[in-house]
């Protein structure tokens, strides 16, 4: 079994930062990539940013100049540092991780977090 716990949600005012964790065990061999995502009331789950395990970084148009994704490969954490945040960027953040569970795993896995809500006042 595979565990994600996320966690640094909460309220901030529009302006502010917050720094998202999520950290994966359990029965994992390795992780390939790992990312946020996030769904708004009403709306699709999105793309926020993603992280590569050798470190290339995507970022949706949104947040691009304002989050900063990173993880830490020994710790199998990814980070998701939130700056100057919006009204707009009020959601649930989901983590999900692509990895092999066993070392001659044929195909990776996606595994989804349970989320932690991030609202942004005005």
């Known amino acids: 079994q595979v565990q994600l716990v996320e966690s640094g949600g909460g309220l901030v005012q529009a302006g502010g930062s917050l720094r998202l964790s999520c950290a994966a065990s359990?029965?994992?061999?390795?992780?390939?990539?790992m990312g946020w995502y996030r769904q708004a009331p009403g709306k699709q789950r999105e793309l926020v940013a993603t992280?590569?395990?050798?470190?290339?970084?995507n970022y949706a148009g949104s947040v691009k100049g304002r989050f900063t994704i990173s993880r830490e490969n020994d710790k199998n954490t990814v980070y998701l540092q939130m700056n100057s945040l919006k009204p707009e960027d009020t959601a649930v953040y989901y983590c999900?991780?692509?990895?092999?569970?066993?070392?001659?795993?044929?195909?990776?896995?996606?595994?989804w977090g349970q989320g932690t809500q991030v609202t942004v006042s005005s």
């Open positions: 992280i590569t395990s050798g470190g290339s970084t």
């Open positions: 359990g029965s994992i061999f390795s992780i390939n990539d």
């Open positions: 999900k991780i692509r990895y092999y569970k066993y070392r001659y795993s044929s195909a990776a896995v996606d595994y």
